[in-house]
């Protein structure tokens, strides 16, 4: 019943929406030049954090750190998407730690690590289903040109290398895990 209730919560905090916010944010923010002497993060997750909070504050309308349910309804609104007022109530209420109807900070972030974790899952299992022999580390353009033609998009094997090169960021001739996840982002 939990899990049913949560990943009803997450049709609304998908990761193709917050993928948008992300996007409209790193488009504002490197269309802007950066002065040499601009303090670089040295840290990645420190840098994920502020990607998550800049996130947060689309939500957060109001500026008062918690996100109401009629907060998350005009985000999905100015976004397209249609989010009921009980639909909204009830995303709040699924992932409210401490019941106070608003979602914080810790929250938000709360669930979207699970959010990425589970997506995480997701991209090793593609991977694996892709490697021609599994556990090598690597797609091949044979592995690929399998799995797609298992698909029903059957490619010759020049396109298949093809397709390999635009991802193949050490120019090896396969892809490995990063790669990969890398195309997959």
């Not at 009921?84 to 019941?99: F, M, R, V």
């Amino acid at each position: 019943m939990e899990t049913e209730r949560v990943s009803k919560s997450s049709k609304w905090f998908s990761n193709k929406s917050l993928k948008l916010s992300l996007h409209r944010r790193r488009s504002k923010s490197s269309s802007t030049p950066s002065s040499p002497n601009s303090p670089r993060t040295p840290k990645k997750d420190s840098t994920k954090e502020d990607e998550l909070r800049q996130v947060f504050r689309c939500f957060d309308s109001d500026g008062d750190g918690r996100i109401s349910a009629l907060e998350l309804r005009a985000y999905f609104g100015s976004i397209g998407e249609y989010m009921s007022h009980e639909e909204a109530n009830l995303a709040i209420h699924d992932l409210d730690a401490d019941q106070d109807n608003l979602l914080d900070f810790q929250d938000f972030s709360r669930f979207m690590k699970r959010e990425a974790s589970d997506n995480d899952e997701d991209i090793k299992m593609a991977f694996g289903m892709f490697e021609m022999e599994k556990g090598s580390g690597c797609i091949t353009p044979k592995g690929l040109q399998r799995m797609l033609r298992r698909l029903g998009d059957a490619k010759s094997y020049d396109e298949c290398v093809a397709m390999i090169q635009a991802f193949d960021i050490d120019g090896n001739g396969v892809l490995d895990f990063y790669e990969f996840n890398q195309m997959m982002a």
